[in-house]
């Protein structure tokens, strides 16, 4: 028989393109970063705040958004969510305070972010894929390169041509006209609405299968919320994404102004950081589908060394002005950034996927939520206090360590399915 073009990838594409909108903002924050510290003169601790309180709201927001997914359906989930943002961004177009900016970006449109992130989509990618399920979501998180690929430098010229408050007005107009009919239109929740099983499998094969080879993931999540949260190895996987978005988020929110300070024209290093962006997305969708040959371990940690190297070269840069550095630094980060999304997203479901899943992972997004507050505020603060972002740095790339040593513990190749099954 012909096979059929499986929908799934269908649902692939969809996540691409909301996480490209979610993380486009995250890292465009950067940009505005840098231009409302020079009109309104706060200080880097209180402008970076705002970023902090939008990842407070989705540390919060998180779990809930992963829990009414499987509860109440996508659409009535992520729908709601997208016009919110949307909202929040046309609203963020007449801040005047730091405080509407912390209640405008950091609530509004932090709550509504959460509903186009990875939170919803790792659980909705789930149902849609197991013996795929790296490259998947390797495939999906490319979006989350895109997004700096493309609004980084896009935010930047519209800041140039007219302004702060038109960047916000045409980013908020953009989320509306783009991921909203998107959504509305083609996102279904899981295979079985369209009378398919997961990978596009035939009946009989899935289902031999799943009996043959019943999922270790599916028999951890029917212990019970209760007893999985008195587990070590729970508790190692709720952490490990948060400790290396820690380091990331230092990187994201302050690298632009650590290069500015160092005489880098502002463009120029928003130029930069859109090309790391594009190479992230592009090792998404390779470090996803090398996890489902070589593993998750051995990929986590290559990506990690990747990144560690990326901040050493930064640093270097403030007594070397080479821009090899730059370039070095651009690519390995790009390289290294690119394997975090893929490994958080299949390493979690190889462990829980199962009827509480949406709630495990919009915990550990929420977590990393809390890590990504911690460092873009910390970041700022540990430069208020020294007038060096050395120290900041040098956090990252231990807590990058501290990331790798928990996958290890964690070991999800003792959960994942029989490698005969991986095709």
């Keep these: 028989m012909q096979k059929r073009f499986y929908y799934g990838w269908v649902i692939v594409g969809l996540a691409m393109i909301s996480m490209a909108f979610w993380y486009g903002l995250r890292t465009s924050f950067s940009i505005f970063f840098v231009v409302l510290l020079n009109h309104f003169h706060w200080t880097r601790a209180e402008a970076a705040g705002a970023q902090s309180m939008a990842m407070l709201s989705y540390m919060i927001m998180a779990p809930i958004v992963g829990s009414l997914v499987d509860r109440i359906g996508p659409r009535k989930t992520i729908l709601p969510g997208i016009v919110l943002m949307g909202l929040g961004l046309l609203l963020c177009a007449r801040i005047k305070t730091l405080l509407q900016f912390y209640l405008f970006f950091g609530v509004i449109v932090g709550i509504g972010v959460t509903c186009l992130s990875i939170s919803p989509f790792t659980v909705i990618l ?217 490994m958080f997203m299949s390493i979690s479901g190889d462990l829980y996927k199962g009827r509480n899943f949406g709630l495990i992972y919009g915990m550990l997004e929420g977590v990393i939520g809390l890590g990504a507050a911690l460092g873009s505020w910390l970041g700022g603060y540990l430069f208020d206090q020294t007038e060096t972002y050395f120290w900041a740095f040098i956090l990252a790339i231990v807590f990058c360590v501290l990331s790798i040593l928990l996958v290890w513990y964690v070991s999800p190749r003792k959960f994942r399915q029989p490698q005969s099954l991986l095709g």
């Design 126 to 342: 789930s149902h849609w894929f197991e013996k795929k399920r790296g490259t998947a979501n390797g495939l999906a998180g490319a979006g989350i390169g895109m997004g700096p690929l493309f609004f980084v430098p896009f935010v930047q010229y519209l800041i140039t041509i007219r302004g702060w408050e038109f960047a916000f007005l045409i980013f908020g107009l953009l989320v509306l006209v783009i991921p909203l009919p998107l959504n509305a239109l083609f996102l279904k929740h899981n295979p079985g609405q369209m009378g398919l099983f997961p990978d596009g499998e035939q009946t009989e094969f899935h289902e031999e299968n799943h009996r043959s080879h019943p999922s270790p993931a599916r028999f951890q999540n029917e212990q019970g919320m209760k007893n999985l949260m008195k587990t070590p190895r729970f508790w190692s996987l709720i952490l490990f994404p948060s400790f290396m978005v820690f380091g990331v988020y230092i990187v994201i929110v302050h690298h632009v102004r650590y290069l500015v300070d160092l005489g880098v024209d502002q463009i120029w290093a928003a130029s930069l950081f859109a090309v790391a962006g594009a190479l992230s997305g592009a090792f998404r969708f390779f470090w996803g589908w090398f996890s489902d040959r070589a593993g998750r371990e051995i990929t986590f940690t290559l990506g990690g060394i990747c990144f560690a190297l990326s901040i050493l070269f930064l640093i270097l840069f403030q007594d070397i002005r080479s821009f090899l550095l730059l370039y070095f630094f651009a690519f390995f980060f790009g390289v290294g950034w690119g394997s975090t999304a893929p």
